[in-house]
């Protein structure tokens, strides 16, 4: 199998469902190689890792996509990510990622942790009480989706009762993060991208109104400040996506992390008697089974290469980061799950410019979530048989059922 194919395969339910097998494919023709006249497929760390920092790599802007892609004009959802930090190059990156960086602190994130453990500590009760006669718990539902979304929405200053809405809205959303969407998910997509920017057009004009200690009034004031630092359109646009990135792949790991004490009962078990530290586990979960699996970029400028591979300007470079999480030459025994690895530094939250701002808020509930909730339910198990997204890029559990008495 060459490299076309293998992105061929990937884009396949059965590629989706594994995409292992086809990610070891790709390592054994080589940590990069040609996919196609200007695609290049890299599955190896070392290259994965530089990419991602390479100056003269960049992501799909706005002026790229409108370029490139025959639907981006057609599609309200395209338009709505591309405005934000996520698709966006130097000089826009760099002047929109300070104003959020300068709200969204350390600090900011750190002081969170007495919240976090109480918000754990109650998700938890409710979990007992609704499995308290044996019926099975959906972890996804009652716990992975909830208490990700209620910190991010806490932070961002989201009402209590208006958090119940955005699990179904932001994986609509996200279907245009995937290599490939139907017609019918980019209109959904589309009618998401509305309703979220709808929401937070009305909430940030509130908070326009009457401040108060939360990052919409912060960035509202910052954009008000200078509009020319941060556009009306930008200020939506990056609000959507701190929520959707405050909860969507936290989730993920909280679903991917529980599922894997599952399949290693002696991991669980570390954890549960603080043999295992949290930090270890949540980077070996970031690891071997990675909840952002894939990202690319392409190259800005001639003359670049990714390994011994020539990109050309335009080429696209489809970067397989949990194929590079398990790269044989950086980690010994890749496809053994090892929550007590040393020094693993997962590439899970990207890398150079685009190093996700929120990785210390995901590390921070995911270390305090997993010893809770095993000390919690002593005798937690699988109480049916979990149902996996269909998706690549982002990868997770839908459901995952357990038994909590």
């Known amino acids: 199998m060459d490299g076309a194919a293998i992105v061929e395969q990937l884009m396949t339910p059965a590629g989706r469902a594994d995409p292992y097998p086809l990610y070891r494919a790709a390592q054994e023709l080589g940590p990069a190689v040609q996919a196609g006249e200007f695609l290049v497929l890299v599955s190896g760390y070392e290259g994965v890792h530089r990419t991602l920092r390479a100056p003269g790599f960049g992501v799909a802007d706005p002026e790229l996509s409108a370029r490139w ?118 209109d959904a997509a589309d009618e998401a991208a509305d ?5 937070f057009a009305d909430l940030a004009a509130r908070r326009r109104a ?15 400040q200078d509009r020319g630092r941060l556009s009306g359109r930008e200020l939506l646009a990056n609000l959507v996506l701190l929520l959707i990135a405050g909860f969507e792949t936290t989730t993920n790991l909280l679903g991917n992390g529980l599922a894997l ?41 001639d003359g670049l290469a990714v390994g011994d591979v020539p990109t050309p300007y335009g080429t696209a470079a489809f970067l397989l980061v949990a194929a590079a999480n398990r790269d044989p030459a950086r980690f010994p025994e890749p496809d053994r799950f090892d929550p007590t690895r040393h020094d693993s530094q997962p590439l899970s939250f990207g890398g150079g410019p685009h190093y996700c701002l929120g990785a210390q808020l995901a590390r921070l509930e995911a270390a305090v979530a997993f010893p809770a909730l095993l000390t919690r339910f002593p005798a937690l198990a699988p109480a049916g048989d979990p149902v ?17 008495r």
């Open 261 to 301: 004490l599952f399949e290693h009962p002696e991991a669980l078990a570390g954890v549960r008697e603080g043999r295992i530290r949290p930090a270890g586990l949540t980077d070996e979960v970031l690891r071997y089974d990675s909840p952002v699996q894939f990202t690319s970029r392409i190259a800005l400028a």
């Open 69 to 186: 892609d025959p639907e981006y004009p057609n599609h309200r959802s395209k338009q709505l990510i591309s405005r934000s930090i996520l698709e966006r190059n130097a000089p826009d990156h760099a002047r929109m990622r300070s104003l959020i960086a300068s709200v969204f602190t350390a600090r900011r994130v750190a002081a969170l942790e007495p919240a976090v453990t109480a918000a754990v500590h109650r998700l938890l009760e409710e979990m007992a009480e609704r499995g308290a006669d044996g019926s099975p718990v959906d972890f996804m539902e009652a716990f992975a989706f909830r208490l990700p979304v209620g910190v991010i929405c806490e932070l961002l200053g989201v009402p209590e009762q208006d958090r119940y809405r955005f699990r179904g809205l932001t994986s609509d959303l996200t279907t245009v993060l995937e290599l490939i969407a139907t017609e019918d998910e980019l």
């Open 195 to 199: 309703e979220l920017s709808g929401y």
């Open 388 to 404: 996996r997204r269909d998706r690549l890029v982002l990868r997770g559990y839908q459901t995952l059922p357990v038994a909590v």
């Open 210 to 224: 009457h401040p108060e200690d939360d990052l919409v009034s912060a960035l509202v004031q910052v954009a008000d």
